[in-house]
């Protein structure tokens, strides 16, 4: 899903596909995947009290990652400002 979305803006120039594009990477594979990666990564780390060193690079890692979701919220925003209809194509692709 991610290629095919993502490639698909190459020769899509709609909302719809930016949209699409959008919503895989910056929510799902950041928002959702990423985040969820990172919160059963502290737990156990943390909790365990190894590799504090790792621990707070991928701190690092995930504030960064939350500034690319930003971003893409910001995206998917304009987009549903433009083409109202796009906000049941971002609720398809979560789906």
Known sequence: MLPTNLDAVLTDESDEALVRAI?????????????????????????????????????????????????????LRAAFQRSPNTRAVCEETIE
């Open 23 to 75: 919503t895989t990477y910056h929510v799902v594979i950041e928002g959702m995947l990423a985040e969820s990666g990172y919160h059963g990564f502290y737990r156990s780390f943390e909790a365990n009290e190894i590799l504090p060193g790792l621990v707070k690079g991928i701190r690092h890692i995930q504030r960064d990652e939350a500034r690319h979701i930003a971003f893409g919220l910001d995206l």
